[in-house]
């Protein structure tokens, strides 16, 4: 995949944002604390269409901006808050940047909290929406107290420290001793400043319940869960069963939290199949 990035602006936020191929749009919405660079093994191992894959505002080569609301997380209320619906109003933009009309959106974790946000803003730019990790129930209150606290140590500089969990944890621990360098390797891309980390970790804390949306998804869903996952379970993700367009589910037992890149060839078949299906379906 092309690895310059390109850039738009975005109320006031500088942008980056990676394309690859021709073909049906696809748009790919990463995981935090990650960047575009998630995607890029499932992307290459996928091919046939176009790839739009943006680093989300505050990750990789895109800037936080200025203009984030401050308040909304009552654990802590000086906390700029970067939003769900920011976030999906930042991947319109760059819809329009592109002059995509229409498109297919794949997300992981926060990725899907932004992919449900986009179906309440703007259903009907798309054609399908494929969830892997994520869910779409709110926070738990045990999170909330896990994100103050992850706020306050950010705050007193151990960014790095968070990071280094993240990587241990999140990664499913087949992976780890499959691949052991998938930790460093994905370690390497977490690179938020404590500014932007403060912002996410408000903006999951407080994102809104979308069971109710999930009841009004008329286009095709496809969902992957990781059995290691420990924050996303099967049972949390099989909620989608209930859109009214229809859901293809699978749960790969030996992933975690990052399943589209610790088993890109996998997450790519069972995608191009249902990708395959969904444009037979047009």
């Not at 000086?78 to 619906?85: F, H, N, R």
């Given at each position: 995949?092309?690895?310059?990035?390109?850039?738009?602006e975005s109320?006031?936020?500088?942008?980056?944002?990676?394309?690859?191929g021709?073909?049906?749009p696809v748009?790919?919405?990463?995981?935090?604390?990650?960047?575009?660079?998630?995607?890029?093994?499932l992307?290459e191992?996928?091919?046939?269409?176009?790839?739009?894959?943006?680093?989300?505002?505050?990750?990789?080569?895109?800037?936080l901006?200025r203009?984030?609301?401050?308040?909304?997380?009552a654990?802590?209320p000086?906390?700029?808050?970067?939003?769900?619906?920011r976030?999906a109003?930042?991947?319109?933009?760059?819809?329009?940047?592109?002059g995509?009309k229409?498109?297919?959106?794949?997300g992981?974790?926060?990725g899907g909290?932004?992919?449900?946000?986009?179906?309440?803003?703007?259903s009907?730019?798309m054609?399908g929406?494929?969830?892997?990790?994520?869910?779409?129930?709110?926070?738990?209150?045990?999170?909330?107290?896990?994100?103050?606290?992850?706020?306050?140590?950010?705050r007193?500089g151990?960014?790095g420290?968070?990071?280094?969990?993240?990587?241990?944890?999140l990664?499913g621990?087949?992976?780890?001793?499959?691949?052991?360098?998938?930790v460093?390797?994905?370690?390497a891309t977490m690179?938020?400043t404590?500014?932007?980390?403060?912002a996410?970790q408000?903006?999951?804390?407080?994102?809104p319940?979308?069971?109710s949306?999930?009841?009004s998804i008329?286009a095709p869903?496809l969902?992957i869960?990781g059995?290691?996952?420990?924050g996303?379970?099967?049972?949390?993700?099989?909620v989608f069963f209930?859109a009214?367009?229809?859901?293809?589910f699978?749960?790969?037992?030996?992933?975690?939290?990052?399943?589209?890149?610790?088993q890109?060839?996998?997450?790519?078949?069972?995608?191009?199949e249902w990708?395959?299906?969904?444009?037979?379906c047009?």
């Open positions: 995949m092309n690895t310059t990035p390109s850039y738009y109320d006031g936020a500088r942008l980056a944002f990676y394309q690859n021709a073909g049906l748009v790919f919405l990463h995981p935090t604390p990650l960047d575009h660079a998630y995607w890029v093994p992307i191992s996928l091919g046939g269409i176009r790839a739009i894959v943006p680093d989300l505002r505050g990750h990789g080569a895109s800037e901006g203009s984030l609301p401050v308040g909304g997380f654990a802590v000086d906390a700029p808050v970067l939003t769900m619906e976030l109003l930042d991947v319109l933009a760059l819809l329009d940047h592109l995509v229409d498109a297919v959106f794949v992981c974790s926060i909290y932004v992919l449900l946000e986009l179906w309440r803003q703007a009907e730019r054609q929406l494929a969830f892997i990790c994520s869910k779409p129930q709110a926070d738990a209150a045990a999170n909330h107290v896990r994100r103050a606290a992850t706020i306050a140590q950010a007193a151990e960014a420290a968070i990071y280094d969990g993240m990587a241990q944890t990664i621990a087949t992976s780890r001793e499959r691949r052991p360098e998938i460093a390797e994905l370690r690179t938020l404590a500014e932007a980390l403060v996410v408000a903006g999951l804390a407080t994102r319940d979308s069971q949306t999930v009841e008329e869903v969902a869960t059995g290691e996952d420990p996303v379970t099967a049972a949390e993700m099989q209930a009214p367009g229809g859901c293809d699978h749960m790969l037992p030996d992933a975690g939290h990052f399943a589209a890149n610790e890109p060839e996998k997450v790519a078949s069972l995608l191009a990708l395959r299906w969904l444009e037979g047009g």
